[in-house]
T-cell receptor, first 110, second 112 residues
Framework: GQQVMQIPQYQHVQEGEDFTTYCNSS?????IQWYKQRPGGHPVFLIQ?????EVKKQKRLTFQFGEAKKNSSLHITATQTTDVGTYFC??????????FGRGTSLIVHP | DAGVTQSPTHLIKTRGQQVTLRCSPK?????VSWYQQALGQGPQFIFQ???????QRGNFPDRFSGHQFPNYSSELNVNALLLGDSALYLC???????????FGPGTRLTVL
């Protein structure tokens, strides 16, 4: 079935540096969602993108959906220690069953 | 307004036993989904309930079953537990037709 690959698996940054995680699919996605899961916590919905080339911003976070709707990215500007966690992308295919990627774990060093 | 709640928080069982996990959705939500999250992995969809019926099911064996009650709360039952069933079990709710899912804190199940 459809799957998404997330890279990198882990990312260490110094506080203040930027961070980007990528979500890639071999097939066209109808939508993409992003979630954040703090260590020991549960996933928290961040955003959903549905349009080709869509770009949305939430403060220091920028979400992008590729023109071909096969990839997406999440970029964080000037990371803070509160950004620590695992960021998951997920999509709902034709069967409406949500499928999550393996996530990118962000570690921010003060 | 309480969010999604789950009970118990932690559970330890032995192989072959049966377990029931419970979930109360966020107020106003009528659709409940269950996920299994193994360590270091993303959540894997088990099934979804709406109007007290299973509407969608992921790739999980029949040992995993569920129920939704008239008040929209839900249970996840797992029979004949295996060591590999050890995971964080997450419940998520949303309004029918809505996109945003709200996850509960999860139940950490350990099978010995």
């Amino acid at each position: 079935g459809q799957q998404v690959m997330q890279i990198p698996q882990y990312q260490h940054v110094q506080e203040g540096e930027d961070f980007t995680t990528y979500c890639n699919s071999s097939t066209t996605l109808s939508n993409i969602q992003w979630y954040k899961q703090r260590p020991g916590g549960h996933p928290v919905f961040l955003i959903q993108l549905v349009k080709s080339g869509e770009v949305k911003k939430q403060k220091r976070l920028t979400f992008q959906f590729g023109e071909a709707k096969k990839n997406s990215s999440l970029h964080i500007t000037a990371t803070q220690t509160t950004d620590v966690g695992t960021y998951f992308c997920a999509f709902s295919g034709g069967s409406y069953i949500p499928t999550f990627g393996r996530g990118t774990s962000l570690i921010v060093h003060p | 307004d309480a969010g999604v709640t789950q009970s118990p928080t932690h559970l330890i069982k032995t192989r072959g036993q049966q377990v029931t996990l419970r979930c109360s959705p966020k107020s106003g939500h009528d659709t409940v989904s269950w996920y299994q999250q193994a360590l270091g992995q993303g959540p894997q969809f088990i099934f979804q309930y709406y109007e007290e019926e299973e509407r969608q099911r992921g790739n999980f064996p029949d040992r995993f079953s569920g129920h939704q009650f008239p008040n929209y709360s839900s249970e996840l039952n797992v029979n004949a537990l295996l060591l590999g069933d050890s995971a964080l079990y997450l419940c998520a709710s949303r309004r029918g037709g809505g996109n945003e899912q709200f996850f509960g804190p999860g139940t950490r199940l350990t099978v010995l």
